[in-house]
Protein backbone atom coordinates (compact mmCIF):
# COMPACT_ATOMS: atom_id res chain seq x y z
CA UNK A 1 0.00 0.00 0.00
CA UNK A 2 3.10 2.40 0.78
CA UNK A 3 4.89 1.27 -2.41
CA UNK A 4 1.37 2.46 -4.01
CA UNK A 5 1.16 5.72 -2.49
CA UNK A 6 4.44 6.90 -2.86
CA UNK A 7 4.18 5.56 -6.86
CA UNK A 8 0.55 7.96 -7.10
CA UNK A 9 2.66 10.77 -5.56
CA UNK A 10 5.77 10.33 -8.07
CA UNK A 11 3.17 10.09 -10.70
CA UNK A 12 1.97 13.45 -10.32
CA UNK A 13 4.46 15.31 -8.82
CA UNK A 14 7.52 14.32 -10.84
CA UNK A 15 6.25 16.06 -14.17
CA UNK A 16 5.35 19.25 -12.38
CA UNK A 17 9.39 18.89 -11.01
CA UNK A 18 10.84 18.32 -14.87
CA UNK A 19 8.67 21.26 -16.05
CA UNK A 20 10.20 23.58 -13.37
CA UNK A 21 13.67 22.96 -14.47
CA UNK A 22 13.00 23.24 -17.91
CA UNK A 23 11.34 26.63 -16.89
CA UNK A 24 14.20 27.65 -14.64
CA UNK A 25 16.99 26.96 -17.26
CA UNK A 26 14.91 29.36 -19.78
CA UNK A 27 14.61 31.80 -17.11
CA UNK A 28 18.26 31.64 -15.96
CA UNK A 29 19.00 32.23 -19.64
CA UNK A 30 17.23 35.60 -19.84
CA UNK A 31 18.46 36.50 -16.67
CA UNK A 32 21.95 36.30 -18.05
CA UNK A 33 21.19 38.02 -21.20
CA UNK A 34 20.12 40.93 -19.72
CA UNK A 35 23.48 41.10 -17.50
CA UNK A 36 25.29 40.43 -21.02
CA UNK A 37 23.66 43.48 -21.98
CA UNK A 38 24.29 45.55 -18.91
CA UNK A 39 27.93 44.62 -19.58
CA UNK A 40 28.21 45.30 -23.16
CA UNK A 41 26.30 48.71 -22.48
CA UNK A 42 29.20 49.23 -19.71
CA UNK A 43 31.67 48.36 -22.57
CA UNK A 44 29.90 51.10 -24.34
CA UNK A 45 30.49 53.42 -22.15
CA UNK A 46 34.47 53.21 -21.86
CA UNK A 47 34.90 52.47 -25.22
CA UNK A 48 32.60 54.35 -27.24
CA UNK A 49 31.24 51.31 -29.44
CA UNK A 50 30.20 47.97 -28.93
CA UNK A 51 32.64 44.89 -29.08
CA UNK A 52 32.36 43.63 -33.31
CA UNK A 53 31.74 40.69 -34.40
CA UNK A 54 35.11 39.36 -34.50
CA UNK A 55 35.84 39.74 -30.74
CA UNK A 56 32.46 39.15 -29.89
CA UNK A 57 31.72 38.30 -26.10
CA UNK A 58 34.88 38.03 -25.09
CA UNK A 59 35.94 41.69 -25.51
CA UNK A 60 34.09 41.63 -21.88
CA UNK A 61 36.88 39.74 -20.68
CA UNK A 62 40.25 40.43 -21.96
CA UNK A 63 41.98 44.01 -22.50
CA UNK A 64 42.00 45.56 -25.95
CA UNK A 65 43.97 47.69 -27.33
CA UNK A 66 40.73 49.69 -27.14
CA UNK A 67 41.15 53.37 -25.57
CA UNK A 68 39.29 53.45 -22.54
CA UNK A 69 38.65 49.76 -22.03
CA UNK A 70 38.25 49.46 -18.33
CA UNK A 71 37.27 46.17 -18.03
CA UNK A 72 37.45 43.19 -17.66
CA UNK A 73 33.37 43.49 -17.52
CA UNK A 74 32.47 40.30 -16.51
CA UNK A 75 33.96 38.08 -13.18
CA UNK A 76 34.48 35.14 -15.73
CA UNK A 77 34.07 33.39 -18.30
CA UNK A 78 31.49 30.65 -17.50
CA UNK A 79 28.51 34.15 -17.97
CA UNK A 80 29.64 33.58 -22.01
CA UNK A 81 27.95 30.22 -21.38
CA UNK A 82 23.85 29.37 -21.52
CA UNK A 83 22.26 27.20 -19.13
CA UNK A 84 22.47 24.52 -21.90
CA UNK A 85 26.43 24.64 -22.20
CA UNK A 86 26.81 27.04 -25.45
CA UNK A 87 28.11 30.65 -25.97
CA UNK A 88 26.24 33.03 -26.44
CA UNK A 89 25.58 34.46 -29.64
CA UNK A 90 26.48 38.05 -30.30
CA UNK A 91 25.90 40.52 -33.53
CA UNK A 92 26.39 43.92 -33.67
CA UNK A 93 25.33 46.30 -36.38
CA UNK A 94 24.67 49.59 -36.76
CA UNK A 95 25.58 51.04 -33.55
CA UNK A 96 23.33 48.15 -32.00
CA UNK A 97 23.38 44.40 -30.91
CA UNK A 98 21.98 41.29 -30.48
CA UNK A 99 22.99 38.70 -27.44
CA UNK A 100 20.71 35.40 -28.12
CA UNK A 101 20.57 31.67 -27.52
CA UNK A 102 18.39 29.17 -29.73
CA UNK A 103 17.26 27.14 -26.32
CA UNK A 104 17.68 23.66 -25.08
CA UNK A 105 17.47 22.60 -29.11
CA UNK A 106 20.24 24.58 -30.43
CA UNK A 107 17.53 25.17 -33.55
CA UNK A 108 15.89 28.37 -34.63
CA UNK A 109 12.75 28.91 -33.50
CA UNK A 110 10.88 26.72 -30.88
CA UNK A 111 8.31 26.95 -28.02
CA UNK A 112 9.10 26.43 -24.40
CA UNK A 113 12.41 25.34 -23.34
CA UNK A 114 13.20 25.13 -26.98
CA UNK A 115 12.59 28.90 -27.59
CA UNK A 116 14.82 31.17 -28.46
CA UNK A 117 15.74 33.95 -26.29
CA UNK A 118 16.90 37.66 -27.52
CA UNK A 119 18.34 40.79 -25.70
CA UNK A 120 15.92 44.23 -26.28
CA UNK A 121 17.97 46.11 -27.69
CA UNK A 122 17.34 45.41 -30.86
Not at 65 to 78: C, E, F, I, M, V
Not at 107 to 113: A, L, M, V
Given at each position: MVLAIIALI???V?????????TA???TAA????????????????????PDDEAQLKALLEPL??????????????SLIDPWGRTYRYKSADGQ???STLGRDD???????DADL???TR
Open positions: GTLGPRVLGYIGKSDTQIRNLSNAVELFYLDVGAYSAAGWNGPYLKTAAFVIKPGGTGELSD
